[in-house]
Each structure stands twice: as C-alpha cells, then as structure tokens.
C-alpha cells in the first residue's frame, strides 16, 4: 500500500535513472548543470517569487504550439499584446500519454508541412535545451501545464529546462483524465515528480506545485474540489514542496465561488504546513462555452468581476473562441484583456453580497467531513487514505472516468444556480449536510414545478452553453435557451 512518506535519496536517484532512460532527451538532464541555469535567471522569472508577491490577482491564459518558435512568438504575444502576468507552456496529448515517440512524429510533420498535427508543446521532444531557450526567450515566468497522471520524465526535462512552476497532482490528473489509471501508482509516480522539486527548493530553487482544481470541469461541488486540493498539497508537502498555488474552477454562481475562493484560502492555510506558502488560483469557467463569442465573452466577465470580489492570487483566463476549441492567439489575448478590463474596473468599487459567509461555512463544514475520513480511512495516512477513501466512495469526483473512483454521485443546481449534490453517492458527509442539500434542489423542483430527477442534472450540464445558468425544463426544445441568432 502507498504511503504518505517522503522518498529516500537513493529512491529517487533509482527512479530519476530509471525514468530518464526511457526517451534520449533523459540523458540531458543533468541535476548541478540545472541548478546553475535557474541561478542565472533573472528574478523576474522566479515563477513562485511573482506570484507570492502580487499585491493582486496574476493572470495567466492557456496555450501550447508544437514548433519551437512559434511557442516563443505566441508566449511574446500574450505577454505583450495580451497583458498575461505569468505564461503557460500546454503540453500536447501524445506527452500526457507518454507516447513520446509519436510526439515526435507530430512534431516532425508540423515542421514538414507548418500546420500544426499536435495540440500542444512536445517538451520532452524538445528536451532540455529547447526548454531552455523557450525560457530565455520570453520575459515573463513560465509554467508547464498539462495533463498527464505519469509525469516523472517530463517534471524531469522541464525543471533540468528552467521551469519553475509544474501543474497537475496524482488525483486531479487520474480521476477526472484517464480510465484506467491506477490511484496508488499515480500517487507513487506524483512523490517523484513533488520530490524532485523539493530537491530543487532544498537548493535554492524554490519550484511551484499547483494541483489542477477544476477536476473534471463539469458542476463539481467546491468541498470535493477543496479537499482534493488540500489533499495534494499535504502529499507535496511530504516531498518538501514549499509553494502550493491551490485551484478552483468557476461554477458560476458568485456568491458560491466568492465563497469557494475564500473557504480554499483559508483551509489551506489550516491543513498544510506553517513552511509551506500558499497560493490561490481561480479558473474561468471549464464547461460548455456559448458558440457566439458575444456571448462567451459574457461568460469570461462573470469570471472577472468574480475574481475582483475574491481576489484569488491568480486567474487563468479564457477566450471568446472557447467553443470551436483551439483559440487564434489574437482571441486568446482578447480574452486576457476582456477579464483585465472588468476586473480592474470591479476591484475599484466596493461589491457587498449577502450570503457569501453562510455559503463560505456550509462548504468548510462539507470539505472537514470529506479530508476528515480520508484520514480515517488511512489511519492517519494520507496516501493510504486517499486511495482507501475513493474505493469505497467517501470520497469522489462527479463524472469522472476512472475506475478508482466510485463515481457514484451527481450534482444539479439549486434555485440560485448554486451546485449541490443530487445524489451524494458515498460521500463522507453527515446527514444534516446531505439534507441541507436534498432541500435546496426540492426548493428548485416546487419553482419549476418538477419533481427532483436526473433531467436537471442533464439539463444544467448544458446550461451555460445555452445562455442559462440554470437549466430550465423550457431548455429542452430550445425555447428557454439562446441561438447565435439573438
């Protein structure tokens, strides 16, 4: 069974020899050679040092090309005509699945032919000094985003490369990512990838984890995405990780984001270690996207002005061209500008809503039920625990996947577009929290004149993407929505 222990020295070398042998750009990185490199950075490339020392919410886009150059010209252009704080490198599918080999076929038609045949940036492909130069080459931080439950070789080049921020978590990118992925072994692969940058932050090099908080993007209760965060940060932690950015994605109603954000903060605070510093980040809405840009940038403000109000330490943006999939990189930095433009503005007024604290309490009394039996479960094991808790469902992620998780329970929106549970599934929570929500849910029934049933489920999943919140019985036929026509 895994547990929540810190690796020995001669564990990892073992596992970094082992890993790095599995593709030739391995052979690159070189640990001391790597130090030096991060010591020769300019501070303002310290990824963790800008982001714990922002006096206001950081943003950041998402965007990934295969070529070289042309990740450097777009990064420029975001970071210029855009006005991103902190840039992304997304790494292409092949990578995340660890086909390395095909990554490389992709990235060799994409320089044959121009157009791009990956959906990302092939950093192992590249290998250490491609990510050197893609460092030195934009004057911004920079930090690797993916998707990837096995990420051991490509924390490996990108930290020997100069990064010095590494997304993903062994929950956040097993459950929500992939079927068949193994919960324990991800958590055992995850302990290399968190010790290693523990390593790095031992020597001078203090490397930024931030575990993905969105999940699976699709109405998730913020306790389970609370507790999820909270729990990867003490498994990083463990490792000797000392710059947690914890993640929340957008659900749409402020006053439960608002309240999200705050609750995130502060538990965080709590559970994680007095030498751990932690951050914040807010994800712009991760569902259905209206196909009218109009429209979608309307999403994209709702996001900002819910930034002004929670101040989280970061925002990751989105574009009006969210619904055809890849954006142009002129409509991702439109999408940077449109939330800079609503959130400066919304930061200067004072916004009270009512209901923010209520909320705030009913999500930290949900998330201690839930990080509570992952403790239980482990016997005071975190890892073990995780594993043990998602077995038996106490704890789960809704829609998710994988076969280690139950997946047991639903969400459906309240009356005020809050996310409850429709059904708890196993969820480790008390009776009076699942009645508090079997309550609202009724109350949105007697409004709709509807019993409580998986149609409003179904129907919310597609609401935003049809102009709604809510998604309303008249949704159906298309009568309580909007077309690109209005």
Not at 222 to 248: F, H
Not at 349 to 375: K, P, S, Y
């Amino acid at each position: 069974m895994v547990r929540d222990e810190r690796l020995a020295s001669d564990e990892l070398r073992r596992i970094d020899e082992s890993v790095r042998g599995t593709y030739p750009t391995g052979d690159e990185v070189d640990f001391e050679d790597a130090l030096a490199f991060h010591d020769s950075l300019a501070p303002e490339k310290s990824f963790a040092t800008v982001l714990e020392s922002a006096t206001g919410p950081l943003l950041q886009p998402r965007a990934g090309v295969a070529r070289l150059d042309e990740q450097i010209d777009l990064l420029a252009f975001l970071h210029e005509r855009g006005g991103a704080d902190l840039l992304p490198t997304t790494i292409d599918s092949y990578t995340r699945d660890n086909e390395y080999g095909k990554a490389s076929t992709g990235l060799e038609r994409t320089r044959e032919t121009g157009a791009d045949a990956l959906n990302g940036f092939p950093a192992v492909n590249h290998g250490v000094e491609g990510c050197r130069e893609l460092i030195t080459s934009v004057d911004a931080p920079i930090e690797v985003r993916h998707g990837t439950p096995d990420a051991r070789l490509l924390a490996a080049i990108t930290l020997a490369g100069g990064f010095q921020s590494f997304e993903g978590g062994p929950i956040s990118y097993n459950i929500p990512y992939t079927k068949r992925g193994n919960l324990a072994e991800t958590i055992e692969h995850w302990q290399f990838v968190d010790r290693l940058a523990g390593l790095y932050t031992e020597h001078g090099v203090r490397i930024n984890r931030e575990p993905f908080g969105p999940l699976t993007g699709t109405l998730v209760p913020p306790s389970i995405a609370i507790a999820i965060m909270v729990i990867e940060g003490l498994l990083a932690a463990t490792q000797g990780v000392r710059s947690l950015t914890l993640g929340y994605g957008q659900v749409g109603n402020v006053v439960q984001d608002v309240a999200a954000l705050r609750a995130l903060r502060a538990l965080g605070e709590e559970y994680l270690p007095d030498e751990v510093t932690v951050t914040t980040v807010f994800h712009e809405w991760m569902g259905g996207f209206p196909p009218d840009e109009a429209r979608a940038n309307g999403v994209i403000g709702l996001g900002a002005v819910t930034a002004a109000i929670a101040r989280p330490d970061k925002v990751i943006t989105k574009s009006p061209q969210e619904f055809q999939g890849v954006p142009t990189k002129e409509a991702n930095a439109a999408g940077l500008r449109t939330t800079r433009q609503l959130m400066d503005m919304a930061m200067e007024q004072r916004l009270d809503i009512d209901g923010i604290e209520a909320e705030r309490d009913l999500i930290e009394r949900e998330t201690r039920c839930l990080i509570d039996a992952v403790f239980e479960h482990g016997d005071g094991d975190v890892a073990a625990g995780t594993v043990r808790a998602f077995e038996t469902g106490a704890l789960d992620v809704p829609f998710a996947p994988s076969e280690s998780a139950n997946g047991a329970c639903l969400p459906a929106r309240d009356d005020d577009g809050r996310v409850r549970l429709f059904d708890p599934g196993d969820l480790a929570l008390d009776d009076e929290l699942v009645e508090i929500h079997a309550a609202r849910l009724e109350r949105r029934a007697e409004t709709e004149d509807r019993s409580t049933s998986f149609h409003m489920v179904a129907d919310d999943v597609d609401a935003i993407s049809n102009g709604r919140l809510i998604g309303r019985p008249t949704d159906a036929d298309g009568s309580g929505g909007v077309s690109d026509a209005d």
